[in-house]
């Protein structure tokens, strides 16, 4: 027996109606905003996510899935969707096209984590990604795309924005953390250390429970913010405001990519603790150029899937069932089979959805499974029925059963 790995799960067929429910409203709400989308391969060079995340980040260092190809080339599945969505915007020009540049992906990702709730090696990802625009009301109308999409799947989250901004605002900042963590070194955790001589920001994205309690009292990246980067954010609570969507200012966001600038947000569910952040995203005007492009500013979030399906679970969202079957067509014997098959072709072809026997089994044993499939109608064919040119059809519902003939079948079920 081979089982499945560690961190990753199947998608069961009685199941997947709710992971088309929520892709497809994902593929719903980008439309009214006018995203198209974009697709790109599972894996990418290994050197696409080194530059286009950061060497510094926790995805980089440790949970991404590299590995040598037969030719020799390092080879990564996708961590994450953004550096390959930049990639291919380079690649092909896009920059050269219509401007800004909105898309949308859903995708899984891959990281190499402890497996928990909420936390898997294999998960999914719904992102949007704008290109080519600077303004604070890009940023507001991407928080806002994300917020459309919990409201409609019935969300309770609270959002939650920061701006962590700009290379010249982030020089000072990182200055006053060094000095505020340096007495604290011997008591960070061993990645800190590393994260205190390469990029102290990221130190305020530690998980480990004594680094947090020391990072409470670090100094707030708001109080170092330059004049522009000040605006900028005022500008796009401003227009939160105005499309009235909730915030509250949490200055501990810093989000765990190197590639962001200025606005950073999360959405965080209010009803699930741990694992709770089903949304996160913010600027990154860094990252094209990073990646070898012009400088193009960007904004941009991913949404998992697996935790948006917790919360909906855990919280009663009722997610609409499939249609099942209108009708089950038993057939007595082989002839009656035959025409079962025949009439369930040409009900098909009239988008009725049927089904018919494919165990020979009785009619009892039919009736039986018709009842398991919630098939709404059953249609039995005997040889009486078959050498009238009828079947006999039961509604289940009622337990009421008429003659219909087999030339009106494909009307009387598309009423
Ligand atoms: P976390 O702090 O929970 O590790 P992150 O900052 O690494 O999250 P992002 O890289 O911003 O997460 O990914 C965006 C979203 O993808 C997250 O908010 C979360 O909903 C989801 N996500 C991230 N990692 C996982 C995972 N291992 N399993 C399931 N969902 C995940
Ligand atoms: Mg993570």
């Known amino acids: 027996m081979i089982y499945i790995p560690k961190g990753t799960k199947d998608v069961l067929p009685q199941d997947s109606y709710k992971w088309q ?11 009214l905003f006018n995203i198209k989308e974009i697709r790109t391969p599972v894996f990418e ?16 260092t440790k949970e991404m899935y590299t590995f040598k190809d037969k030719g020799d080339r390092s080879i990564t599945l996708k961590p994450e969707g953004t550096a390959g969505a930049a990639r291919s915007f380079i690649e092909n020009g896009m920059a050269n096209g219509v401007l800004p540049t909105k898309m949308y992906y859903i995708i899984p990702a891959f990281r190499y984590e402890r497996p928990q709730a909420g936390r898997l090696r294999e998960f999914h990802q719904f992102g949007v990604e704008v290109y080519g625009a600077a303004a604070p009301q890009t940023d507001a109308e991407t928080i806002l795309t994300a917020d459309t999409l919990l409201k409609k799947l019935g969300l309770q989250v609270q959002l939650y924005i920061n701006s962590i901004g700009c ?23 061993g990645d800190c250390k590393t994260r205190f001589e390469k990029n102290p920001l990221r130190l305020l994205d530690c ?7 020391i990072n409470q009292a670090a ?72 990646l070898g ?5 960007a904004v941009g979030f991913a949404a998992g899937i697996e935790r948006l399906l917790i919360v909906m679970e855990q919280t009663g969202v009722e997610i609409p069932e499939p249609a099942t079957p209108t009708v089950y067509i038993a057939g007595m014997d082989k002839d009656c089979r035959k025409k079962a098959f025949e009439l369930a072709a040409q009900l098909r072809k009239n988008g009725v959805i ?8 009785s009619v009892k044993a039919q009736f ?19 050498a009238e040119g009828k079947a006999n059809v039961k509604c289940m519902a009622t337990g009421e059963s008429e003659p219909v003939a087999f030339a009106d079948m494909c009307m009387y079920f598309q009423k």
Do not use: W
């Not at 009235?244 to 765990?256: E, L, N, T, W």
């Not at 603790?273 to 005007?285: F, H, I, L």
């Not at 049927?354 to 089994?361: G, L, P, S, V, Y």
């Open 368 to 386: 039986k499974y018709a009842d398991k499939i919630g098939a709404k109608y059953v249609a039995v064919i005997g040889g009486n029925e078959l």
């Open 45 to 60: 060079h290994t050197e696409l996510f080194q530059r286009g995340v950061g060497d510094t980040t926790d995805i980089v």
């Open 21 to 31: 429910y929520v892709e497809g409203m994902a593929r719903e709400v980008s439309a």
């Open 354 to 361: 049927a089904e018919i026997d494919h165990m020979d089994r």
């Open 207 to 213: 998980k480990e429970a004594s680094c947090k309690e």
């Open 167 to 189: 290379k010249t605002c982030r020089a000072a900042y990182n200055k006053a953390l060094k000095e505020f963590f340096a007495p604290h070194l011997d008591k960070l955790c």
């Open 219 to 290: 100094p707030k990246i708001l109080e170092y913010l330059c004049e522009d980067c000040h605006a900028h954010f005022e500008e796009v609570k401003a227009c939160l405001d105005l499309a009235g969507v909730d915030y509250v200012i949490d200055p501990r966001i810093v989000r765990g990519l190197d590639y962001y600038t200025r606005t950073v947000f999360e959405f965080v569910s209010t009803s699930i603790g741990a694992q709770g952040t089903v949304c996160a995203g913010g600027r990154y005007d860094g990252l094209i150029e990073e």
């Open 293 to 297: 492009g012009k400088p193009t500013p």
